[in-house]
């Protein structure tokens, strides 16, 4: 639905139905916005997929959010799809979910890794312009015991370190404004009681071995490409304090 109100221009529709059969539930939204092109169609619903860099920049967004749409909605046992004659001829996405009455086998959801489940009580703050990105390592990170705050901006991390520290930071770079070396050298050249010290990891959506070595000598202990795996994440947190 959010999708569906950023893409149609004021002068356009947007319609959402809810309808059942006898063994699902099915959640439609269309909208007669941008649309989506043929070849892209089949990509619609892949992490940090978008169709092109110019929407990137007048929307923002990374590409998640559909990503985790159907993350969420295959949990369910159910599925998700998306439909659309081509640019500027709108879009239709069909959500439908099986009825609890005829769920005979509920669809299997691997066990969380309780290995992982040992940053109870550490506080981690979480920078990154981008909100779904922020959200999703966040979420990450509180399913592991952590203690999160996010930031929109290395400026407000900034703020909050005067008066809090933090047990950990985890910045991404690519940011306006002030990005994540800007915000991990201003941190470095604080006296050590101010938390000139504070451990942190770099997430970016660049992989190249340049990027690595950049992001260590700017002041961070590590470097975390996107998309994040979870797994990984919660890994690399609790080297990065154990090592601290």
Known sequence: MSNAVKFTPSYGQVSITLTTDESHAQIQVTDTGKGISADFLPYVFEHFRQEDGATT???????????IVRQIVELHGGTVAADSFGEEKGATFTVKIPLASQLCVLPTVEAPDNSTKNLNGIRIFVVDDEQDSLELVAFVLEQAGAIITTFASGIEALQAISKMLPDLIVSDIGMPSMDG????RQIRNMPLQNGGQIPAIALTAYAGEIDHKQALEAGFQHHICKPIEPHDLTQTVLSVLKNA
């Open 57 to 67: 920049r007048k929307f923002g967004g990374l590409g998640l959010g559909l990503a």
């Open 181 to 184: 070396y800007m915000l991990i």
